[in-house]
């Protein structure tokens, strides 16, 4: 019996934990309390890394299709086999027939996070899609546009500031986004002690909500009028005052002149949201000493996502909060250098897809759109499919269609450790190791934090002899797609020469850290198993931009150009119900309802209604319903409840795992439904292709099956 300490890769914020570990195989998790970030602070995903880790329906060897049903095959024989029908069909069609879909947890891995690029660049293909464009792509865009680049995100300062407007989000569930924040529920309810507040602006009474000063009740969809009537109205109170951020900002006029005709008059009735209440919000952020705007995926994945989430930034920047202690802040994760302060900037469009002619968008193209590239017939149609970390099968709009075309490929790939709803497409399937196998820095996520740490875990135990680190089985495959076989070299492959006592993630991420703002090395790390805490966060305009001007460019052209669009969604009608999504402390997207601990107890899946839109459609709590909208139908079971507003219903996504010819028991047993048979894949944001998955129009009737 040992103990190891590992950051948890369940979700963005990066807990500490300490495993106990007897014969290989996970005992106990707890919070570690020596992680100086994460204090100890523990959900109930983490909680049950060891269930996930030891699941008896975890993959444990590579499958293959053989007729109708999988079969297991060996690594040599798996990889050859992805090598023959890859290079034939590249050979056959070209590089665009073969399409890539990487999935949410492939920013969670540091193979992914080290290996996703070059796996993209040897594919070569325009028909590279991600997660992001059902997701967080918005920000990337607006990130892009204002700063100059995509992934210079600010973060509220959260453990300085005195007041939060939080919209969109529910970090008490989600444990924060774009936001790597251990312990949100604990660092907000801090806040307040001292003396600070928050408000959360969401058409749900979520368990953020409930514990803010103050909740708003919104319409889905309209963050974008509310945020516009902010900006008005800090125009018209002379209440803009960008502090030293002044010499650094270009475009406030403009910004001025397109804010002119949403007066908080003329987008109350829209929002639901009175004009005295969103002037009150507007004069309170105003006022607060240091405070900060944050918006998450009910403000990204939306009609209007890129400008909604362009002007969350812009409000913290007309406050003069951005890049200030106590505001929205950009951290200096240890394995970036500093910036010049100037760039290239952002554009996207560099190509566009061949069916719908959607621009490209930080190298892919959105996801909405990969059922219309298999579907249809032509020069550069989609013939072969690898996915990592996906499961687009339920998490896309319109996945009955999805799931239609991917069956339809000459050949699929997954890397992926289950036999899933999307996997069970895949004619060969490569298992990653569980997470208890692999050593974790979260490039990614620590690039988001309320503080400047790193924290780097070594694998807590050595990968058996029949498993393979995904860091193998992405280079592999990133050789197949350069044309250099099955068995190219590792090492050749991923940039390193010379021999090293390192693993070659562990080299490749000292060089990064080395080169990094505080000149660290892996070394300096596994020392610190708890973490290195390398201080608050500090200013870092004008170092961190990269547009051509070196200023925050704070009214871009293509903002301007789509505001034409939110101006005409102002006026038009509207009526019915609409759906969205939510989160759940015990679900992670799709695939943690394998694991009995967090499935068990209250069903997670229900559609919630509003006790008046219940009585006036007759649905009973507990009764099934029937929701229909453009692209399909399901059946949910109804939880009615005054946390909703009404005119609104949610439903949460993931769900739906009654597919037959997947491998996951527990899942099966408890498969809910997925929203996604609902969520329509031809409603896009236009500037960054990511889906309209909140504030789906929809009809609720009570199930004839009852
Ligand atoms: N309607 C609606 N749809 C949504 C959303 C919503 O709010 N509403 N949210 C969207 C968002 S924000 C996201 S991020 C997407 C997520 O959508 P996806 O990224 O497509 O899917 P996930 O559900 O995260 O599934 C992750 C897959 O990775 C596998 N996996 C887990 N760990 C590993 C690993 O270490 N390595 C590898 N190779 N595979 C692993 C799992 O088995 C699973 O198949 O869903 C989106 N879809
Ligand atoms: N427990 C758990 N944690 C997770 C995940 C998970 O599945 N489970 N998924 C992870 C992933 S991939 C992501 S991207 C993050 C997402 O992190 P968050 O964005 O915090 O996600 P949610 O908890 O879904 O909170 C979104 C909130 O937006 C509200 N909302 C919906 N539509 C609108 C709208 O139009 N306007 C406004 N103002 N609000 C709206 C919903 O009611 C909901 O309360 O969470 C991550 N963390
Ligand atoms: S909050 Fe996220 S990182 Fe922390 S234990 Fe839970 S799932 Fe893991
Ligand atoms: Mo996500």
């Known amino acids: 019996m040992r103990t190891a300490f590992t950051t948890c890769p369940l979700c963005e914020a990066t807990c500490g934990l300490e495993l106990t570990i007897e014969d290989d195989r996970i005992t106990a998790v707890r919070g570690d309390r020596q992680d100086g970030f994460s204090g100890g602070f523990l959900c109930p995903k983490g909680a049950s890394l060891g269930a996930l880790d030891a699941d ?36 056959e069609h070209g590089r665009d027939a073969v399409a890539m879909y990487l999935g949410n947890p492939t920013v969670h891995s540091l193979a992914g996070g080290l290996y996703a690029g070059g796996l993209r660049k040897a594919l070569g293909s325009r028909n590279f899609f991600t997660a992001a464009t059902v997701d967080q792509m918005p920000k990337h ?16 300062d959260i453990d300085r500031t005195d007041f939060l407007l939080l919209l969109g989000a529910d970090p008490f ?57 902010m900006v008005n109205e800090l125009f018209a109170a002379s209440l803009v005052d960008l502090k030293a951020l002044a010499p650094h900002v270009t475009g406030v006029e403009g910004v001025r002149e397109l804010s002119l005709p949403f007066t908080p008059e003329a987008v109350a009735s829209r929002c639901g949201i009175g004009a005295e209440e969103i002037r009150a919000l507007t004069h309170r952020l105003a006022s607060a000493s240091r405070a900060a705007v944050y918006g998450r995926i009910g403000t990204t994945a939306v009609e209007f996502g890129t400008v909604a989430s362009w002007l969350v930034d812009v409000l913290n920047v007309l406050t003069g909060n951005l890049d200030r202690p106590g505001g929205a802040m950009f951290p200096m994760p240890a394995h970036m250098k500093r910036g010049t302060g100037t760039g290239k900037g952002f554009t996207t469009g560099r190509w566009r897809s061949r069916v719908r002619g959607l621009p490209e968008v930080a190298g892919e193209l959105p996801v909405v759109t990969l059922a219309d590239e298999i579907e249809t017939p032509g020069a550069g149609q989609v013939r072969a499919l690898v996915t990592v970390a996906g499961n687009p099968a339920l998490s896309v709009p319109n996945s009955a269609r999805l799931d239609a075309a991917l069956s339809t490929l000459d050949f699929m790939v997954s890397v992926d450790p289950y036999l899933n709803e999307t996997t069970r497409h895949a004619d060969v399937i490569l298992p990653p190791p569980p997470p208890s196998r692999r050593a974790h820095y979260d490039l990614a996520f620590l ?15 050595p990968l058996g002899p029949d498993e393979r680190d995904e860091g193998e089985i992405l280079l592999r495959l990133t050789g197949i797609l350069a044309g250099l076989g099955a068995d190219a070299d590792l090492d050749a492959l991923a940039g390193l020469s010379g021999g090293s006592p390192h693993t070659r993630e562990e080299r490749l991420l000292d060089a990064r850290l ?30 961190v931009l990269r547009t051509p001007s070196g200023r925050i460019e704070l009214c871009p052209e293509p903002i301007v150009a789509d505001v034409p669009r939110v101006s005409a969604a102002l006026r038009a009608p509207v009526d019915g119900l609409v759906l969205v999504g939510r989160r759940h402390l015990r679900s992670n997207n799709s695939w943690l309802h394998n694991v009995p601990a967090l499935v068990k107890g209250k069903q997670l899946c229900t559609l919630v209604v509003n006790p008046d839109d219940a009585a006036r459609l007759g649905l009973e709590d507990g009764g099934l319903a029937r929701v229909t909208s453009r692209v399909g139908e399901v059946e949910a079971t109804v939880e009615v409840s005054a ?8 439903l949460p996504h993931g769900w739906g795992h ?10 099966r047993a408890h498969p809910g439904v997925n929203v996604n048979l609902l969520t329509d894949d031809l409603a896009v944001d236009p500037l960054s292709g990511t889906a309209v998955l909140n504030g789906v129009h929809v009809r609720v009737t009570p199930s004839a099956a009852q």
Do not use: M, Q
């Open 643 to 650: 946390d909703l507003a009404a005119g609104v219903v949610s």
């Open 141 to 156: 865009v607006s990130s892009g546009l204002l700063f100059g680049g995509i992934y210079s995100i600010p973060v509220p």
């Open 658 to 667: 009654d597919r037959p010819g997947t491998r996951l028991a527990t899942a």
């Open 514 to 543: 080395r080169a990094g703002a505080y000149g660290l090395s892996v070394d300096d790390l596994v020392a610190r198993p708890h973490g290195v805490d390398l201080g608050p966060l500090t200013s870092r305009v004008p170092e």
């Open 447 to 461: 690039s988001f934090t309320v503080r400047n740490v790193a924290k780097y875990s070594p694998a807590p135990v």
């Open 173 to 229: 569930s989600s444990n924060g986004s774009l936001w790597t924040v251990p312990d949100a529920p604990g660092r907000l309810k801090a806040l307040r002690r001292r003396g600070g507040a928050f408000v959360v602006v969401d058409p749900r009474r979520s368990r953020t909500a409930a514990a803010a000063d103050r909740h708003l009740p919104i319409v889905p969809g309209t963050d974008v009028f509310l945020l516009l009537a």
């Open 56 to 91: 008896p329906d975890r993959l444990s060897g590579p499958l293959a299709r053989r007729g109708g049903s999988f079969e297991p095959v060996s690594w040599g024989e798996a990889f050859a086999l992805v090598d023959e029908r890859l290079s034939a069909i590249i050979g």
